[in-house]
């Protein structure tokens, strides 16, 4: 297999309220963003890293993190934008021309592994768009305006989507520039395919991947690195 990964990690981490990008915030000594890199690092299959971090924060991602761990893979820098889909977008056109499959993945999800990645790939041959997901444990609510009920989804048909998700290059690009184009802006990548008609493959991930995005986020990952379970 030939695949790129792309892991952005260019936001700002408003919702972590820190002054520093959560993304470089330690979990059990290292940043988040060292984990994330670290698993794509170690499957073979994945011929190239490209990881999209925000202008101002180049050279301290460089100090900090990529010259700082060793990664057996050269990993390319480039700049993100203002919304998560824009960073993706230049992650996605900075891939090498002759990979077949994309890999996008939140930097801000350092607990994802190896074996887990791997399923989504194999899945990826087979069906072209895939996603990680986890079937929902709440019960969940459709409000109005003002959080009233308007009504309850069947839960059986609920899953919670994660990173990474898994795309043939062509058509991850083909559904990027078309987003782009109309201007539509979506919270996720798998979005922007559906858009186009394309069915997309939930595969089954792991509770654990959990993406980084509160203070009490911090504490929940690294209980589950100290207790070996990664
Ligand atoms: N303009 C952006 C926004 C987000 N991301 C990345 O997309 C992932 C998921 O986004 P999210 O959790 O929303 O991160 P932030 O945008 O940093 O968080 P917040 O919304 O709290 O500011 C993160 O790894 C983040 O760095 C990015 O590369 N470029
Ligand atoms: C892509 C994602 O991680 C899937 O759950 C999520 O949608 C990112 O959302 P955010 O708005 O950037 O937190």
């Not at 297999?1 to 330690?26: C, D, E, F, Q, W």
């Not at 690092?41 to 991602?61: F, L, M, T």
């Not at 990664?71 to 990979?99: A, D, H, M, W």
């Not at 979506?186 to 959990?210: F, H």
Request: charged share 30%; aromatic share 10%.
């Amino acid at each position: 297999m030939n695949v790129s990964a792309v892991i952005v990690a260019a936001g700002k981490g408003i919702r972590m309220g820190h002054t520093v990008n959560k993304v470089y915030l330690p979990i059990a000594g290292k940043p988040v963003l060292y984990y994330s890199l670290k698993t794509f690092d170690e499957i073979d299959w994945i011929k190239e890293i490209v990881a999209v971090v925000s202008k101002e924060e180049i050279e301290y991602c460089k100090e900090n993190v990529i010259k700082k761990y060793f990664f057996k893979k050269p990993v390319k820098l480039v700049e993100g934008g203002s919304e998560r889909q824009y960073s993706v977008y230049n992650g996605i056109i900075n891939t090498k021309k002759n990979c077949e499959i994309i890999a996008i993945h939140d930097g801000a999800r350092p607990l994802i592994e190896k074996e887990v990645v791997i399923k989504a790939l194999k899945k990826a041959y087979l069906y072209k768009a895939v996603a990680l997901g986890v079937p929902v444990k709440d019960t969940i609510k459709v409000v109005d305006e003002k959080n009233f009920i308007l009504n309850t989804p069947d839960r059986k048909y609920l899953w919670a989507i994660q990173t990474p998700q898994v795309f043939e290059r062509n058509l991850i690009i083909k559904a990027h520039q078309k987003a782009l184009e109309d201007g539509f802006l979506g919270t996720d990548d798998t979005v922007l395919v559906e858009r186009l008609g394309y069915k997309v493959k939930v595969v089954e991930g792991d509770y654990r991947n959990i993406k980084i995005t509160t203070p009490e986020d911090l504490i929940v990952a690294e209980a589950f690195l100290k207790n070996n379970v990664l």
